[in-house]
């Protein structure tokens, strides 16, 4: 008797080990596919112009490589950012700090780029009364990064003056490099001289 028991165990164990062997299967299967999924929805939140080349000639690890350099510089820009509100913040709505006057061509210009659709960007360039810019080296930016500009208006709202321009993309299946477009007018905002004349805009 003792020895049919052992036979019939003996019997059972290579269909246990294999249902075991399934299952893990079956949880690596399934870990991987959740781990793919998590990686597309981290992919998909960066602009598809961004990735060199398509993010479909991409493999999985470039992708992840490419999103994590994507996110490092929007980290900078934030910091960047952050700064230049804290020099905003010290100067009141007259140009001037709590302590002395400062004049408003001091007013170091800021630059925002908003996308609009698939086609379109916005450029917001705030400044000083005084520009301490150029308006067209800000269009020729703009053009030379394939687009064309649409329309260009210039508001004021106390010693601030808001330059707002919107391009479309040339070529809509090739897109631009709104990352570097902005890196450009940034730089172009860094190194500040008088522009004179308004109607040279």
């Keep these: 008797m003792k020895g049919k ?23 690596e299967r399934n870990r991987r596919m959740h781990m793919k999924g998590l990686c597309l929805r981290l992919t998909s939140l960066v602009p598809p112009h961004y ?5 479909d000639l991409l493999s999985q690890q470039d992708q992840l490589d490419q999103t994590a350099a994507y996110i490092t510089e929007l980290k ?15 100067i009141n ?3 001037s700090t709590s302590s002395s006057p400062v004049p408003a061509s001091f007013i170091v210009p800021v630059v925002e780029l908003r996308e ?3 086609s ?28 064309d500009l649409i ?8 010693d601030r003056v808001f330059h707002t321009l919107h391009a479309q993309v040339k070529v809509c299946r090739v897109g631009v490099d709104t990352t570097r477009i902005l890196q450009r007018l940034q730089e172009l ?3 500040p001289y008088l522009c004179g004349d308004l109607q040279s805009y």
């Design 5 to 27: 028991m052992m036979n019939m165990s003996a019997a059972s164990s290579p269909g246990s080990a294999n249902g075991n062997k399934l299952d893990r299967k079956t949880v």
């Design 116 to 118: 609009l659709g698939s």
């Design 51 to 55: 990735f060199k080349p398509s993010r």
């Design 93 to 95: 709505i007259d140009g």
């Design 151 to 158: 329309s260009t208006n210039i508001s004021r709202v106390g």
């Design 76 to 90: 900078e820009r934030i910091d960047e950012l952050k700064a230049k509100k804290e020099l905003l913040a010290l």
């Design 189 to 191: 905002m860094s190194f």
């Design 120 to 147: 379109n960007i916005e450029v917001v360039v705030v400044s000083g009364l005084d520009k301490n810019f150029r308006l067209c080296d800000v269009i020729s930016v703009l053009q030379e990064e394939g687009t």
